[in-house]
């Protein structure tokens, strides 16, 4: 985490770039850019503003942003919920239907099942987001008129609000995911149900669905679980742009937000935070090992 | 069968997602798509359109202009000059108000009043001419000016940014290069602050308290009579959700329609799109003054034979009925507009006579840089266009494109090319912006302390000071016509389209009020 934060305020002191012109607006002079930059303290040196962060990071302070005013920590924790919501509801859908998917088509290889699955697969992949978003909003919300084109409803406005809002951007979010899963799934239930243990399951009577679930399945999860996740810095790229096409005011859009108009202590508390989800993903994924497969020991 | 069950679905999508939406049917709520996030409150802090827009909801102002540019008053109810017109006294209306509760008094005027001065072009001439500002008392209070200036009311009742709005003392002793972030004012709308959500909503409810004048409204003058309770403004940042959510019937208004989606919401009956701002933005191009090549008028002289308007407006307007030609330096619609000297740039254009003042400006095929934001689409097919000119008068050009925040700080930049200096960047101002010599910051010749591009030219600077003192409109014009005159062989930017943004709106929605700023008072829904 310590080098990421040198690494992005690095990053983001040699880019172009200067939130001090932005404020000022178009027929402000460079004496009036000059001033605001004093106030703000970007002319201060580059230790001086390293070593101000850090202190007031090591305290619990993200700053301010540059433009609203606002502490970060407020508006973070304004997108935070959207966006949690939007990824949570992605993951549930896709795993719930992803691994089965795989599963059968695995059980079912070179019939017309499994082409379906690798067919959508390879659509999956090949589509962008965007546009699977786009042509899910024309089908349901324009020609339709079931569901709503944008927006975020909070859980605390009633369940149909919020999930009516979340529909389309988890289908739209979740297809390149479902793909990878689905793929993964397969490819390593192929391999699992070679396996000779998988014969003499089958060869001791046991059922399709205890084979399949008991055996293949338990046994193929450890590569699955570490796509899920991977996938999910997948996830977190892919709801900048789910969050631009349904106007979901999520952190995805803040951070996009904050990266044009160079609103860096935004930039640096989200980069930080982003850091710290993918640090504790793959914290929770190194331990499900050790519960999936109790050979593997730490 | 799955007709039926598509049917069902449907239905059952359908009757929940009303049942969720009737609560919110009970007040009136226009949903509104603004041109941009608003991302700071303060008005006087910040020059960008969307902070001034927000300004006119939530503050008020002693003065304001009206469409045919008139200044009347807003907040004063009556004011005196003395017969040397060196003496302003002003009354305020009765029963003004902040949200906060608290009664509208002299000092809160002249704390706002001062902080303006110091960030607003006309505001600083009239800090210039001041001698004083004094509380008669809570209602009454004196401007004593060193010598006669005759536009106190134009600075009072100035439309565009920095706008003049009247703040509570206690926020307008705020430093004016550190933000207000409290917007208590005393406009016709509170902003609720607890809901405002930035980068994606802001919200403002209809202020109860306030008392509008009797006027009809026109521009930001007249009575701010609000017939809505509340305003939801909603950042859509992508275009094409935002003509999907208008054409749903999702949001109410998109404030600036992409002239490539205007065919698509024309076939919408429940849509009207329409020009409510009757003088548009002026598009330009700057050069750099400080550094060859276009330090050397001749080469600026150069492009101004071969610019088109007619091809700038395309590029920017898209439909030709969004965009024309303007040559002049004073926004073309307003009373200083004029046509003298205008016809190096409306008249024929002139390839060979431009190659030529090329070659007398004995240029050595030093580098252009022609700096392009492609997020931006009225710069960059501004940047496009004049790049292939440059190339076309044999000029060594180069496109450099980046994003606007990079464009906007590295025109700060006074280094040469090779340094990461400029040649060239394009810009666009809103009309109310260049009408007059006072605000027209891009023609000044006030070298390194001018506007970014510095170009240096005192006899401008005189001709300005002259307008100042100018007795009447008559005297302005002429003067205003010499510095256009001047501006047609100096060049100090090349104005390159004049060009308006369509709203669209829905059919519920009346009494648009037609005006360069984006004002919601007086429009009602059904």
């Known amino acids: ?130 546009v699977i978003a786009y042509l899910l909003i024309m ?27 979340m529909i389309l951007p988890s289908a739209a979010l979740g297809t390149v995911y479902m793909a990878l899963i689905a793929r993964i799934t397969r490819a390593t239930m192929l391999d699992v149900l070679s396996q000779d243990y998988i014969r003499t399951a089958q060869a001791k009577g046991l059922s399709s669905n205890q084979v399949l679930l008991g055996h293949a399945l338990k046994n193929a999860s450890v590569p699955i679980v570490t796509v899920i996740g991977i996938g999910i810095a997948l996830l977190i790229s892919g709801v900048v742009v789910t969050e631009t096409v349904f106007a979901i005011p999520g952190i995805g859009r803040l951070t996009v937000d904050a990266i044009l108009r160079r609103d860096y202590p935004i930039i640096q508390a989200v980069t930080l935070l982003f850091s710290g989800v993918y640090v504790l993903i793959n914290l929770a994924v190194d331990m499900s090992y050790t519960f999936l497969d109790p050979r593997i020991r730490y | 069968m799955k007709s039926s069950i598509r049917a069902m679905l449907g239905a059952a999508l359908v009757v929940a997602a009303a049942l969720n939406a009737a609560p919110a049917a009970a007040q009136k709520t226009i949903k509104f798509i603004p041109e941009a996030d608003l991302k700071s409150l303060d008005p006087i802090w910040t ?22 540019f008139q200044v009347h008053p807003q907040m004063v109810d009556r004011y005196e000059t003395s017969k040397d017109g060196l003496t302003w006294t002003f009354t305020l209306r009765d029963g003004l108000k902040f949200h906060d509760g608290a009664p509208v008094r002299s000092a809160d005027c002249i704390a706002s009043i ?64 550190t933000q207000v972030t409290d917007p208590t004012g005393s406009g016709p709308f509170k902003m609720v602050t607890a809901e405002w959500v930035p980068g994606s909503k802001v919200v403002y409810v209809k202020n109860t308290d306030y008392i509008p004048r009797k006027e009809a409204p026109s521009w930001a003058a007249g009575g701010k009579v609000v017939k809505v309770d509340r305003v939801e403004w909603l950042y859509i940042p992508d275009s094409a959700t935002a003509a999907n959510a208008i054409n749903a019937g999702e949001v109410d208004w998109w404030q600036q329609l992409p002239s490539d989606l205007v065919p698509l919401l024309s076939k919408n009956r429940d849509i009207k799109i329409e020009n409510t701002d009757p003088l548009g933005s002026i598009g330009m191009i700057r050069f750099n003054h400080l550094q060859p090549p276009f330090n050397n008028q001749k080469l600026r002289q150069a492009l ?95 496109l450099q494109a980046g994003d606007w925040g990079t464009l906007i700080t590295r025109r700060s930049s006074k280094e040469p090319v090779e340094k990461g200096g400029w ?58 016509q010499q510095m256009q005159l001047r501006a047609w062989t100096t060049v100090p930017y090349i104005p390159t389209a004049q060009f308006t943004i369509p709203t669209a709106y829905r059919t519920n929605l009346s009494g648009l009020l037609v005006s360069p700023m984006n004002l919601m008072w007086n429009v009602d829904k059904k």
């Not at chain 2, 926004?331 to 200083?336: A, F, Q, S, V």
Request: glycine share 8%; proline share 6%; with cysteine.
């Open chain 2, 304 to 398: 101004l034979y071969v610019v088109n308007q007619q091809d700038y407006a395309i590029g920017i307007a898209g439909d030709p009925k969004n965009g024309k030609p303007c040559a002049s330096y004073f926004t073309c619609g307003t009373p200083l507009a004029s046509d003298a000297g205008s016809a190096v740039l409306s008249g024929k254009r002139d390839l060979e006579k431009a190659r030529r003042l090329v070659k007398e400006s004995g240029y050595k095929g030093e580098k252009v840089v022609v700096l392009d934001a492609t997020d931006q689409p009225i710069v960059h097919p501004q940047a496009l266009i004049t790049t292939e000119l440059l190339k076309k008068i044999g000029l060594n050009a180069e």
């Open chain 2, 114 to 177: 001062a902080r303006w001065a110091k960030r607003d072009v006309l505001g600083q001439k009239l800090g210039e001419m001041t001698e004083s500002w004094t509380v008669v008392n809570d209602k009454t209070f004196r401007l004593k000016l060193k010598k006669p200036f005759a536009y106190v009311l134009e600075a009072l009742g100035k439309p565009s940014s920095n706008v003049p709005f009247i703040l509570p003392e206690r926020l307008a002793k705020t430093d004016a290069f």
């Open chain 1, 1 to 130: 985490m310590g080098v990421v934060a040198l690494f992005v305020f690095s990053l983001l002191y040699i880019s172009p770039g200067d939130p001090a012109a932005v404020i000022a607006g178009d027929i402000a002079t460079a004496e009036d850019i000059a001033r605001i930059r004093a106030k703000l303290g970007l002319d201060e040196p580059y230790m001086v503003r390293f070593g101000n962060w850090l202190w007031a990071l090591a305290h619990g302070d993200l700053g301010v942003s540059i433009f609203t005013g606002l502490p970060v920590a407020r508006l973070i924790g304004q997108r935070i919920e959207p966006t949690v919501a939007l990824t949570l509801c992605t993951l549930i859908v896709t795993i719930a239907l992803a691994v089965p998917v795989g599963v059968v088509a695995a059980w079912k290889v070179g019939t017309w099942i499994d082409r379906s699955v690798m067919g959508f697969s390879v659509l999956g992949f090949s589509i962008p987001v965007f």
């Open chain 1, 139 to 165: 089908l349901f919300s324009m020609q339709l008129g079931w569901l709503p084109v944008q927006g975020y409803r909070s859980i605390n406005e009633g369940w149909w609000p919020f999930l009516s809002h």
């Open chain 2, 47 to 68: 020059t960008a359109y969307i902070t001034r827009n927000h300004g006119y909801m939530v503050y008020d102002t002693l003065f304001a202009t009206d469409a045919k």
């Open chain 2, 423 to 480: 040649s060239i960047f394009h810009t666009w101002w809103v009309g109310p912006d260049l009408a007059t010599p006072a605000l027209n910051s891009a023609l000044r010749g006030a070298g390194e302390k001018a506007w970014f591009g510095w170009p240096n030219d005192p006899e401008m600077e005189k001709l300005r000071d002259a307008w100042f003192e100018a007795p009447g409109l008559a005297a302005q014009k002429t003067i205003a």
